[in-house]
C-alpha cells in the first residue's frame, strides 16, 4: 500500500509541476495559473466536507480504488483532448484531482487502524510519510527534466501511470472497510487529547463532522492549529522563490531545489526514528509531540528566511523538516484514536480546514510579498501558527494534570 501512495504521490508533485507550467503555457497568464490552483484547492476543499459521509455508505478501498481511476482517467482525457478543449479538461483535471486526492488521503488515514492493528498505527504512517516525502523530491526533481526531454503529454502520460499502479495495488490488496462502522472504536486508546479524558457520547447528537471534533477535550483546537499551520505553509511555500531570487537571481531554482531536498531527508530521518521508537515502545509520539513539533517547525521556517549562511540555512532546512514530520505523524496518529464512526468524518474535517488555511494563505501572502520581505511575511505567517500552539501546549498540560494516568500506547 505505501509503494502504490508513493507512485501515485509522484504522479501528484509531478503534474503539479507540468501542470502550472502547462496552464501558463497553455493561456499565457499568471491569473489562469492562479485559477487553476484555486480550483483545484476548492475542490479539495469541498471533499473534505463530504468524506466522511462517503465512507460512512461506501468501504475505504472501494473510495481509494476509484479515486485513482478518476484521476488517472481525467490525465488520459488531458493528454487525449484536441487542442479546443483544451481549457475545459484543464478545469476537469483541477476539479477531479483536487478532490480526489483529498478523498484519498482521508480513507487512507482513516482506514490505517483496520489495516496494521491499532499497535502499529504511528510505525505506519510515519512509513507512509516516509514514502509520500521520497516521492515528492523525486517529483519536484524530475518534474522540469521530463517536461524540458520529452514535454508535457509524456509528462501526463506518466501521471496517469502512476495513478493506475496505485489504483492496481489497492484492488490487490486486502484493505478493510476503515471508514465504514458503527460508531465503535478501531482502538482501545481514549480518543482524547490527554489521557484518560472520557468521549462524551452524548456530544454527538449535532452534524458527524462536528460530533468528532466534540469527542474529546481540545481536539478541536488541535485541527484549528493545523488550519493555522497550514497557512503558515502558504508562507513559505509561496515566499521561497522570491527569496531564492534574491540570493542568485540567475539560478534561483538551485536554492529551492536544495531547500527541499534537504527538509524532505530531515522528514525521512525522523520518521526511522518514530518508526523505531514505536516499536520498542509500543508508544505513539502523541498530541505534545504535535505541540512541541508545530512550535520547532514554524520556529525553523521563520530562521530559514534570516538570511543565514547557507550552512546554517541547510541545518535548518533539516530541522524544519524532522519538525514536519513529527507533526504529521502524531496529528494523524491522534485523529486515529477516535472511534471508526467518527473518525472519516475528522479527517475530512481537517482537510478541509487544512485546505481552507492554505488556500486563503496563498491569496493573502501572494498580495502581501508585493510589499513585505519573505522574512516579515512568513514571520507573521509562522507566528500566527505558534501562538495557537502555545495555546494547545497550555491546554494539553491542563488536562494532564487534572488526570495525571500512564500514557496511552
Not at 521561497?240 to 522528514?267: H, I, T
Not at 521556517?301 to 507533526?327: E, M, S, W, Y
Not at 505567517?381 to 487534572?402: D, N, P, Q
Request: one cysteine or more.
Amino acid at each position: 500500500m505505501v509503494a502504490g501512495y508513493a507512485i501515485s504521490s509522484y504522479g501528484t508533485f509531478l503534474n503539479m509541476v507540468a501542470l502550472n507550467l502547462f496552464v501558463y503555457e497553455t493561456t499565457g497568464r499568471a491569473l489562469a495559473m492562479g485559477l487553476f490552483m484555486a480550483v483545484r484547492l476548492a475542490s479539495g476543499f469541498a471533499a473534505g466536507l463530504t468524506a466522511g459521509g462517503l465512507l460512512a455508505r461506501f468501504t475505504a478501498k472501494s473510495v481509494m480504488l476509484w479515486t485513482n481511476i478518476a484521476q488517472a482517467s481525467v490525465m488520459l482525457l488531458l493528454v487525449l483532448a484536441p487542442d479546443g478543449l483544451r481549457t475545459a479538461a484543464l478545469i476537469a483535471v483541477s476539479v477531479v484531482v483536487g478532490s480526489c486526492g483529498t478523498l484519498f488521503m482521508v480513507s487512507l488515514r482513516s482506514s490505517i487502524p483496520e489495516m496494521v492493528g491499532e499497535d502499529r498505527r504511528s510505525w505506519a504512517n510515519s512509513l507512509s510519510i516516509t514514502g509520500r516525502s521520497l516521492a515528492m523530491v523525486a517529483g519536484f526533481a524530475s518534474a522540469g527534466v521530463v517536461v524540458s526531454l520529452v514535454g508535457y503529454t509524456a509528462a501526463f502520460v506518466v501521471d496517469t501511470a502512476t495513478f493506475a499502479v496505485c489504483a492496481v495495488t489497492v484492488a490487490l490488496l486486502p484493505i478493510p472497510g476503515g471508514g465504514r462502522g458503527d460508531g465503535r472504536s478501531g482502538s482501545r486508546e481514549k480518543p482524547a487529547v490527554a489521557p484518560g479524558d472520557e468521549a462524551a457520547p452524548a456530544r454527538r447528537r449535532g452534524p458527524a463532522a462536528l460530533a468528532a471534533l466534540a469527542a474529546a477535550p481540545g481536539l478541536a483546537l488541535m485541527v484549528a492549529l493545523r488550519g493555522v499551520d497550514a497557512l503558515g505553509s502558504s508562507s513559505h511555500n509561496a515566499a521561497l522563490p522570491v527569496y531564492s531570487s534574491g540570493l542568485d537571481a540567475s539560478r534561483p531554482a538551485v536554492f529551492v531545489s536544495a531547500f527541499w531536498c534537504l527538509w524532505a531527508l530531515g522528514n525521512i530521518v525522523v520518521q526511522q526514528l518514530i518508526q523505531r521508537y514505536a516499536r520498542r515502545t509500543g508508544r505513539s509520539v502523541g498530541a505534545l509531540g504535535f505541540g512541541w513539533g508545530t512550535c520547532l517547525m514554524s520556529g525553523a521556517f521563520i530562521l530559514a528566511f534570516a538570511g543565514f549562511p547557507l550552512v546554517a540555512t541547510a541545518a535548518i532546512a533539516l530541522v524544519a523538516g524532522a519538525a514536519d514530520g513529527l507533526t504529521e505523524v502524531s496529528y494523524t496518529s491522534h485523529l486515529q484514536t477516535l472511534p471508526a464512526g467518527l473518525r472519516a468524518h475528522a479527517f475530512g474535517l481537517s482537510a478541509t480546514v487544512e485546505n481552507l488555511g492554505f488556500g486563503a494563505g496563498m491569496i493573502l501572502v501572494a498580495a502581501a510579498l508585493d510589499h513585505y520581505t519573505p522574512l516579515t511575511v512568513v514571520g507573521w505567517s509562522h507566528g500566527a501558527a505558534l501562538v495557537v500552539a502555545a495555546v494547545f501546549l497550555i491546554r494539553v498540560s491542563g488536562l494532564r494534570k487534572a488526570a495525571p494516568v500512564p500514557p496511552s500506547p
